[in-house]
Structures are given as C-alpha cells and as structure tokens.
C-alpha cells in the first residue's frame, strides 16, 4: 500500500492553516518544520489576473531522489505504508552534505537554521497515524482541501489527476500526490 495525498486546489483559499497545524504539531523549536508550505501562483495581468494557491509537503514519491541521493542511507521508504522517513542521526545536515534538497524535484527536504543542520521532512503524522488519525494538515484544513490515505482509495475518491496550476508531476519519481486543479 502507498499512502498519499489528494490536494484541491479549487478549495484552497491559501490560508495557511495547513502550513501552521504542521508546524504547532511537530514543535516550534524546530524551525524548519515548514515541512508542509503553500504557494501562491499569479497568471495573468491586471485586470484579468489569476490567482491560485498550491499547498505541498513531502510527496512520499514512490521513487524518491532524496533516497537515491543520500551518501549515508539516512532516507529510507516504509514497505508497508510507502512513508519516506529520514533518520536523522545518520544525516549529515548542510552544508556538510544536503544532496537530498538538490535531488528533490519539489525542494521538501528541510534544514534547520541553528546549531542542528539535519534534514527534516513530513513523515506523513506518523504519530497519530497509529491513533487511527489523519496528519494534521488534512484535519486543520477549513476548506477541506486535503486528504490523505492510500492512493488508491483515493484516486477511486477523486481520480487519478495529479495536476495543478504551479506543480509539475515528475515521471521519474512519482509523486504520491492526486490533485483537482483550480478551474
């Protein structure tokens, strides 16, 4: 099974509530815990100007470059839930090494400013998946933008779409990520 996440971004209103959730849960000492972020994607001029908003955390690809490109096996993916964790007594941290940031297509690799450099990412709540609970991102969300299960239940849920306005699906490291663009 490979847990992922559904995004719809015709929902988003951009309110960084998902952004906030993750970063309270997992500790407002660790700075980078921006593990969850959202952007937002300007198209056209004005008067006919577009706006949307693209909210992403780690995608737990079912190919992860992170993975390919650790040098000391820190990153690992979980064979019963698809999850990409890192270990972070294995990780170098930057500047020392930091090739897991440069091989993610969507730059989700996190580095602390601080005394500690070791990467951090979303571990998909791990936590309170063994409480029977979603990761908190999805809970918080008020506009139910997010979702998050097994792919396949979700793509039966929502389809099998993985494109948004401002993402880019990458082939070589499949996303587990489905996605409703804004219309």
Request: charged share 25%; proline share 7%; aromatic share 8%.
């Amino acid at each position: 099974m490979q847990l992922a996440f559904f995004f719809d971004q015709s929902k988003c209103s951009g309110c960084l509530t998902c952004v906030m959730a993750c970063r309270q849960w997992h500790g407002p000492e660790r700075e980078a815990a921006n593990w969850r972020r959202v952007e937002t994607i300007e198209k056209g001029v004005y008067p006919d100007l577009r706006v949307s908003f693209l909210s992403l955390s780690c995608l737990h690809c079912q190919s992860p470059p992170c993975l390919a490109a650790c040098p000391t096996a820190a990153i690992r993916k979980g064979e019963q839930d698809g999850i990409v964790l890192v270990d972070q007594g294995k990780c170098l941290g930057e500047p020392d090494c930091g090739h897991c940031g440069q091989a993610c297509p969507y730059g989700m690799p996190r580095f602390p400013a601080g005394e500690d450099f070791r990467m951090g990412k979303c571990d998909f709540c791990r936590d309170r998946l063994a409480q029977d609970k979603r990761p908190l991102c999805v809970e918080a969300c008020p506009m139910q933008a997010l979702d998050a299960g097994p792919q396949d239940r979700l793509a039966q849920r929502y389809g099998r779409d993985t494109g948004a306005e401002g993402f880019s699906y990458s082939e070589k490291a499949r996303p587990s990520v489905l996605m409703r663009k804004k219309r």
